[in-house]
T-cell receptor, first 114, second 112 residues
Framework: DAGVTQSPTHLIKTRGQQVTLRCSPI?????VSWYQQVLGQGPQFIFQ???????GRGNFPDRFSARQFPNYSSELNVNALLLGDSALYLC?????????????FGSGTRLTVV | EDQVTQSPEALRLQEGESSSLNCSYT??????LFWYRQDPGKGPEFLFT???AGEEKEKERLKATLTKKESFLHITAPKPEDSATYLC?????????????FGKGTTLSVSS
């Protein structure tokens, strides 16, 4: 069975540019969440989508946006990139919308802003 | 404010030397506590979910326990392949969606 698929795996962008990261959840999973993990820190919640609707948003600026498509895949967009946006961006796939689900994470997209 | 603190930040063990990792949490209402393992350059790998104080779960050399204020991940007779960063996370009432709040992790190194 395919796990959570994220693309691209690595990305280098220049300050001020825009970036789009993509995620395909596990087949049958309808919930996708995005996390940012800075080196040496734990992942920090950015967004959650379930059935194409936003269910939660973390403490991130409006430069960060996301959406979920009818096939439950998702995109995370970041505008006007800053050096501090350099991080591992993780997508988590879940089977439901309730508490207690053990989310499955993808391997992430390593974003470097120069 | 909901918070998760893990200790120690780093732990070095000899193969076969058992130890415990600590995760203390402050939340308004715990919905679930999660343990993940993360290898360098990879995403977190799910290990356990605990829901209520007194609950315990085991998997191979790992055992997770939960009290009202903290969780422990006990590692019995570790092997070098257990080397990784172990992350603790909570889901809490009032958090956005079903967001996980993570600690910074404990990096475990096991030498042979």
């Amino acid at each position: 069975d395919a796990g959570v698929t994220q693309s691209p795996t690595h990305l280098i962008k220049t300050r001020g540019q825009q970036v789009t990261l993509r995620c395909s959840p596990i087949s049958g999973h309808k919930s996708v969440s995005w996390y940012q993990q800075v080196l040496g820190q734990g992942p920090q919640f950015i967004f959650q989508y379930y059935e194409k609707e936003e269910r939660g948003r973390g403490n991130f600026p409006d430069r960060f946006s996301a959406r979920q498509f009818p096939n439950y895949s998702s995109e995370l967009n970041v505008n006007a990139l800053l050096l501090g946006d350099s991080a591992l961006y993780l997508c988590a796939s879940g089977g439901g919308d309730s508490y207690g689900y053990g989310y499955t994470f993808g391997s992430g997209t390593r974003l470097t802003v120069v | 404010e909901d918070q998760v603190t893990q200790s120690p930040e780093a732990l070095r063990l000899q193969e076969g030397e058992s130890s415990s990792l600590n995760c203390s949490y402050t939340v308004s209402g715990l919905r679930g506590l999660f343990w993940y393992r993360q290898d360098p350059g990879k995403g977190p790998e799910f290990l356990f979910t605990l829901y209520s104080a007194g609950e315990e779960k085991e998997k191979e050399r790992l055992k997770a326990t939960l009290t009202k204020k903290e969780s422990f991940l006990h590692i019995t007779a570790p092997k070098p392949e257990d080397s990784a960063t172990y992350l603790c996370a909570v889901q809490a009432v009032g958090q956005a969606g079903t967001a996980l709040i993570f600690g910074k992790g404990t990096t475990l190194s096991v030498s042979s």
